[in-house]
């Protein structure tokens, strides 16, 4: 468990590190935001279904393993939520401002 929470702990890091190296470059894309957040909702999905399991595992009861997936499934589903919230990163100053869409409209445009 403790090196699922170093791993944890590092993939935070190095999400952060990336999305300032991108910054910094002004090298960002909307492909690069949407894989920014569903990589987010993987690693989130993961580390529930990950505690369920390891508190299974120590604790002997099922309920935990369940909870898990109930909370991994709800991170999957909030992720799917918010992605038609997603924009570019726009330089300071810049004109204009996220627009409202709808859930998954961003993605459609996208694509």
């Known amino acids: 468990m403790l090196w699922g929470a170093a791993a944890f702990l590092l993939a935070n890091l190095l999400d ?3 999305g300032a ?10 492909l690069g935001a949407l894989l920014d957040t569903l990589t987010d909702c993987i690693v989130h999905a993961a580390l529930f279904l990950g ?13 935990w393993l ?3 997936m109930i909370a991994a499934g709800g991170s999957i589903f909030s992720c799917a939520l918010d ?10 100053g ?3 401002g996220s627009e409202d869409k709808g859930s998954l409209a961003w993605v459609a445009e996208w694509l």
């Open 16 to 18: 952060e590190c990336d």
């Open 21 to 30: 190296v991108a910054r910094l470059t002004n090298s960002c894309s909307k």
């Open 51 to 63: 505690l369920g399991l390891g508190v299974t595992r120590v604790y002997s009861q099922v309920l």
């Open 83 to 92: 992605v038609g919230g997603v924009t570019p990163w726009q330089a300071p």
């Open 94 to 96: 810049s004109a204009g």
């Open 66 to 68: 369940f909870l898990g």
